[in-house]
């Protein structure tokens, strides 16, 4: 598992209704998350989240404030705790999707996407750091919050920097 930066969010259930929106101004859930990843980068500027965390019913939420279809199913569900296990998660997930009878959708376009194409699909720019935010499924988490995280490769320790001798060839 790797290690994250991770932001926690929070919301009242109760100011959305059915359809995803809130009653006080008609926003819907996905807009809000869109405003949690720009506080997201905000806090972390070289960083955008790839990966939201909500139970079930948040992930309901965001499927009804997105339109979904009622046999489409937000998130992936976790195999080894509260944490993404990029390697096994997919595999098992994909496993369980086989004997489903629901479309299972374990990504949405980012807030940062902002390029579609004719289709209205978000269009991936390979030169930036911006992914589609990965729906991940912890139903240890309360219906009130979710978290948005980033991966990170650093583990805290300092590191020596070490010079490598190449020896300099040349073609004659």
Known sequence: MEKEIIETYYYKPSDFNQDGRRYLDGKTFRDYIKECEIDFHNRHSTEYAYNLYANSQT???????????PFLIYGMDLTKGNSFDPIEDPYVNHVMDKASKKVYVYGIDSAFMTEFDESGYPVLNDDSNILPLTLLVDDNMRNEEFRLSVPTTDNGDESEEVIINVPIFEYA
């Open 59 to 69: 992930m309901a939420l965001l499927a009804r404030s997105n339109n979904a279809a």
